[in-house]
């Protein structure tokens, strides 16, 4: 039999009494309030995980609450009282630093492992798994949002549309089955002499061509092999991924809660996204084995790819293509992948 004293409180009562605890080796305690004798069973009652150097706490069925500074005696019989084991290995591990430290940098490791590597893997499910009128939601949200920046205007020079949507049908047609049915592909050209060169795609399809793109390609093929890179980021959902990924945890939970407008209001974020290249590098480099595979197929071939690339990041030029290989580190690892197509 093990005794402590300490101080109770009665069901919604503040009064405190000064009380006794006697514990058996069976788990079975005695609590004395005053002149009164009250025996509890093992599972009547519960003792609180020690926290720190504060009382310690023992829960009784009837609302008795039992608060007690004697830490050792209580120590002595919690092998034998009423405590959860899980309670047990957290008082355990809390006893001794360096398994407490060990489980914060392991719950740190989870966290980051899981933002590096689940939240992606999570963005690549739930963004197939939206239907396509949210897609076609956030591309008009987002192209309002677009026209709304004031550096968007309707083209409407003839020539440039005809050079255009004759590439863009073309590329079409050489993705054939490859093309996912619920896209809706639409070619819309805009007149953005502030943005310059540019070719984007939102979800639904949609796919943003500048005047200053069309007329800086010099061949029909490097529009085609764009407008291929840019059906990938469609097929592949790299636009509602990179909001899925952006948003993190809390914007997947509510989505898997079929809460979509979360995520239709972050759709004014994607033409800034899309038109300042901040794709991850992982997907642009799949958007670009994407086309360059279907460019290889079609007769064409990655040069074209490749020089879209050089060209519409190609800052002045005045400069060599040593130099810009040198102030664009990415595009050279971009060409190399697609050399890597060119010689299978």
Not at 82 to 106: F, H, I, K, N, P
Not at 133 to 157: C, H, L, N, P, V
Not at 324 to 344: K, N, V, W, Y
Request: glycine residues 8%.
């Amino acid at each position: 039999m093990i005794e402590f004293c300490g101080i109770a409180y009665r069901r919604s009562s503040s009064r405190s009494f000064d009380a006794k605890v006697r514990v058996s080796e069976r788990g079975e305690v005695i609590l004395a309030i005053e002149d009164e004798l009250i025996e509890y069973s093992k599972s009547e009652y519960e003792v609180e995980p020690k926290l720190g150097v504060a009382s310690r706490v023992i829960r009784f069925a009837d609302g008795v609450r039992f608060e007690t500074d004697d830490h050792a005696a209580l120590g002595r019989c919690e092998a034998f009282v009423s405590q959860s084991r899980l309670m047990r290995l957290v008082d355990w591990m809390e006893s001794r630093w360096l398994v407490a430290l060990g489980s914060l940098v392991g719950v740190f490791a989870f966290t980051f492992l899981f933002l590096t590597y689940g939240v992606p893997v999570l963005a690549k499910y739930v963004a197939f798994e939206v239907p396509q009128s949210i897609r076609r939601t956030i591309t008009e949200s987002s192209i309002d949002a677009m026209e709304a920046y004031g550096s968007f205007e309707e083209s409407y020079s003839m020539k440039v549309h005809r050079k255009a949507e004759g590439a863009f049908e073309r590329a079409l047609g050489l993705l054939g089955e490859e093309r996912r049915e619920e896209f809706e592909y639409e070619l819309r050209i805009y007149d953005a002499p502030e943005v310059g060169p540019n070719a984007f795609a939102l979800p639904s399809g949609v796919v943003i061509a500048t005047e200053d793109f069309v007329e800086l390609c010099e061949t029909e093929e490097q529009m085609v092999a764009v407008f291929l890179h840019e059906f990938a980021h469609v097929e592949l959902q790299h636009g509602v991924r990179s909001l899925i990924q952006d948003g993190g945890v809390f914007l997947i939970a509510s989505l898997a809660l079929g809460d979509l407008s979360s995520l239709g209001g972050m759709a004014a974020s994607l033409p800034a996204l899309a038109i300042e290249s901040r794709y991850s590098r992982s997907f642009e480099t799949e958007a670009d084995l994407f086309s360059g595979r279907i460019l290889e197929k079609g007769g064409i071939g990655v040069e074209a790819m490749k020089e879209a690339l050089v060209l519409l990041h190609m800052d002045t030029v005045e400069i060599g293509f040593t130099q810009f290989l040198s102030t664009h580190p990415d595009i050279e690892e971009r060409l190399e992948a697609l050399d890597g197509l060119g010689e299978d």
